[in-house]
């Protein structure tokens, strides 16, 4: 019910009101922060759905891992893979009429090149309303980007979730999830301390990835055909850890995992020996 009103009457006070019942019972301003966003970017992915744009793009990358499976850290940005031609421009325009209609402020800014297409949505007022900055400009963003030639090989999906909203996703699947931040892992030019901690998620699950679409995305990035198999891949990961710095994996990661004592295990012999142990 309460859904309903503010959304025809898009009342800020009734948000608000809301939004601080939502986040009362996080203690830290960091806390708070987090699951704001979340909340927003379910908000986000409600309206996607809504308008019916699931039919163009599919939800990919850690923040889908975070809300359809429950990766237990939190993630900025909503990416997605487009299946169908999509109007950008149009697309951000009615996700911003439609999050004023429940009485955010909305400032957008996007960019589009041949292959990949970034907005960014900030909630302007929000944090300072909810008491969480004392700092007057500071607004809340949340990045959507999409993937326009996305690697072939991906396996599509849809799952109904329940949180805070009822939304019908279309994503990758588990596998086509993996065989994602493999390639980021992998290919990265710079070091994402979020993506090794998805790593070791995947890795500990036992799913498998898809090793048609990480030999695409290899060829994509990389301009070199490999025939992605277990082995090989285990090894490509290997030599990767090497370089890998895990003084700014894990600095990197502490404001998005949801437990400290996970930061214990990011270490490069723990990672090694996972992979070696991989079967």
């Known amino acids: 019910k309460l859904y309903q009103i503010y ?5 800020s006070k009734l948000m608000k009101e809301v939004l601080q019942d939502k986040i009362s019972k996080y203690k830290t301003n960091s ?16 309206i996607i759905e809504e308008k019916g ?4 793009i599919a939800f990919v990358g850690g923040t889908a891992v975070r809300i359809l499976y429950d990766l237990p850290r939190f993630s900025e940005d909503l990416d997605f893979s487009s299946i169908k031609k999509l109007n950008f421009k149009d697309f951000l325009t009615n996700i911003k009429k439609e999050l004023e209609l429940y009485g955010f402020e909305i400032e957008i800014t996007f960019k589009e090149t041949k292959t ?12 300072q309303e909810l008491n969480i900055t004392n700092q007057i400009d500071q607004k809340l963003s949340i990045k959507i980007e999409i993937d326009s030639n996305p690697p072939k090989g991906y396996e599509l999906e849809s799952t109904i979730i329940n949180k805070e909203f009822l939304i019908q996703i279309r994503h990758y699947t588990k596998s086509s999830l993996f065989s ?47 025939n992605f198999t277990f082995p ?3 090894t ?11 003084s700014i994996i894990s600095k990197e990661i502490q404001k998005f995992i949801i437990n400290p004592q996970e930061l214990k295990y990011y270490q490069k012999d723990i990672y090694i020996n996972q992979i070696k142990n991989w079967d």
């Open 180 to 226: 994602g931040k493999l390639h980021a892992v992998l290919c990265r030019k710079f070091t994402k301390g979020r993506d090794y901690y998805d790593l070791l998620w995947f890795i500990t699950k036992k799913i498998q990835p898809n090793y048609a679409q990480l030999a695409n995305a290899y060829f994509q990035t990389e301009n070199k055909k490999l």
């Open 236 to 246: 490509k990961l290997l030599e990767r850890l090497t370089s890998a710095n895990f």
């Open 116 to 127: 990949v297409k970034n907005s960014f949505i900030k909630f302007k007022n929000i944090l």
């Open 7 to 11: 959304k025809t009457t898009g009342v």
């Open 53 to 56: 744009y699931f039919q163009n």
């Open 232 to 234: 090989i891949l285990k």
């Open 31 to 46: 806390e708070k922060y987090n699951y704001l966003r979340e909340y927003l970017q379910l908000l986000i992915l409600k």
